[in-house]
């Protein structure tokens, strides 16, 4: 039962918005960094952002800086992709995964590392 679910995803036009989140379940959120990845079809998988555990330090990607921002929520065991002036470039199935980045945390029950299914991220007109 230890996993990460997506969710967010959809259509939406150039300039747009959406916000994805990244729910756990089965273990805490509180000692993990996320990561967020994207893969378009015809590329290879591309990390997005990371966010670190406990201070939330905060990794991008230069295709994204400026227009996402990565956030945790440890009392709902959430963490939150925000896109905006989304554009076509953008079109990806994104995934949310545990990853070691920024400050280092050593869970209780050891380190799992969980990709969640992925979430469809359209941008067309």
């Known amino acids: 039962q230890v996993q990460l679910v997506e969710s967010g995803g959809g259509l939406v036009q150039p300039g747009g918005s959406l916000r994805l989140s990244c729910a756990a379940s089965g ?19 591309e990390e997005v952002s990371c966010i670190s555990p406990s ?17 945790r929520d440890n009392a709902r065991n959430v963490v939150y992709l925000q896109m905006n002036s989304l554009k076509p470039d953008d079109t990806a199935v994104y995934y949310c995964a545990t990853k070691q980045c920024g400050l280092i945390i050593v869970p209780p029950g050891g380190y799992v590392e969980v990709w969640g299914q992925g979430t469809l991220v359209t941008v067309s007109s």
Do not use: H
Not at 27 to 45: M, T, V
């Open 55 to 71: 201070d939330g330090n905060t990794e991008y990607a230069d295709s994204v800086k400026g227009r996402f921002t990565v956030s």
């Open 27 to 45: 273990f805490n959120l509180e000692y993990y960094g996320i990561g967020w990845f994207r893969q378009a079809p015809g590329k290879e998988r």
